[in-house]
């Protein structure tokens, strides 16, 4: 949400500055080009209810898809694709009231080459996470889980490295008693 409106911004900076040239229709073919460049040189990330409807109502799938025009290397810290989670990168809510993050949080020194993980060009990643693992959703309630996604200068941030456009950022259900 927040890159598509970083997007439309650039965009709409392009229309206004193009107000010189020759015709309306220009700067709006030139907007939307600007647009396109900027969507395909972003990763992808979302979260979204698994495939697989047998899962535990907590369990979520994480995806990561490369919308660039080139292979790339993800740093995994701080997504569901290390072991266990080692920050609070969701944003849990039970009946709307932030729910405690109950998983680690670490500290670490630069990485290194094991700590990323190859996305081939048009190459869409997925993992299951259980939500259950980090936060309590025993009890019943209406549950909303959604990315916390940083900006940096207007740029939605996955982790220090990862400049990332959000697709699907949150997923509910309820607990019944």
Known sequence: MFASHALKVV???????CTSCSSASNSITQSVEVEKVMERSLLHVGIKTPAAPQQAPSVITFYVENGTAQDTQ???????????LSADIFAVTRNGEAMTYLGRMIKRASPTAESYMPIATGEKLEVLIDIADYYDVTAPGDYTVSLKIAQVAGVAQLNQESSVSVDESSVSWAVSE
Do not use: H, I
């Open 11 to 17: 965009s709409l900076t392009l229309v206004v500055a």
């Open 74 to 84: 993800l740093l995994t810290w701080n997504t569901p694709f290390e072991k266990r």
